[in-house]
């Protein structure tokens, strides 16, 4: 674990730098340093960085469709109508929240979660304990945004609300499967965090990518400057944004006592009875 922390660390130190502050150089220097998000998954060779919507599964021998019918709006207007009893707090036509709640309860979204917590994500790549190559993609926020959106520094929280409310508008109430490759549409991932109105989203320190128009895996929109590496070439300390840690599969069980030691484990990831009960669930069948 301590390894997987040092390659973070030297990722952070290699892609943060400098620059002089514009127009006058004698002001001297802003320096950036990188904000990286987390999500780790059990097998780094299956798993595709693309939300649960837009998955495709093979029906036939080289014959694919769609997993779902995608009719977004349709599928979170009937989560709300099962679960707003369970969650009375939240107004029905809050949709940008019952997004965020469906997408924790395992309904197929547009979002992808990621984490502020590097630890919360080792412990996701490695609870599943097969015996198979897991990882722990990191997103250079900070990066991010300034290259797809031209934001430099932190993004505001008025912009934010901004670019979510215009999505779930233009892409998934109207449910128009038209191309939107029209300027006037949100076309890369957005990144916000959501209120935590929900005590696992606090636990998991969530992060939400929400996908815009292009429906495409995260990795399609990144070029080769973009892959961050312990390597850097000092061009392009501007332009890291993703990377993936790599995991051994039989590295996981060794993993996950350590995270236990650390106090990450079910009951911190999954708060409440739930977690509690896959706490004592695994605590004693190691016996």
Known sequence: MQQYLDVIENL??????????????????????????????????????????????????????SEYSQLEHNILCD??????????????????????????????????DFTQNPLVALYFAC????DVEASVCIINEAAYNKIF????????????????????????MQQNYLSHDDPQYIQYPWIYKPYYTEERM??????FMLWGAQRQELTHFMKTEHWMSNEVDPENKETGIIAHILIPGNK????????????VNEKFIYPGLDGVGRFIKKKYSAR
């Not at 996981?252 to 106090?263: F, S, T, V």
């Open 12 to 65: 952070k130190s290699n892609y943060t730098y400098s620059v002089n502050i514009a127009p006058n150089p004698n002001l001297g220097q802003q320096t950036y340093i990188p904000r990286f998000i987390y999500r780790g998954h059990g097998n780094h060779t299956d798993y595709k960085l693309i939300p649960g919507i837009f998955r495709w599964k093979e029906i036939s021998y080289g014959h694919y469709a």
């Open 79 to 112: 989560f709300i109508s099962e679960a707003c009893r369970f969650m009375p707090s939240i107004p029905v036509d809050n949709i940008p929240e019952w997004l965020e709640v469906a997408q924790h309860f395992g309904v197929p979204t547009r979002l992808l």
């Open 127 to 130: 609870s599943d304990l097969q």
């Open 149 to 172: 959106f031209g934001q430099n520094g932190l993004v505001s929280a008025t912009d934010s609300q901004y670019c979510v409310t215009k999505i779930i508008m233009d892409e998934v």
């Open 202 to 207: 606090n636990m998991q320190s969530s992060v």
């Open 252 to 263: 996981k069980a060794e993993i996950i006592e350590q995270l236990n030691l650390c106090g």
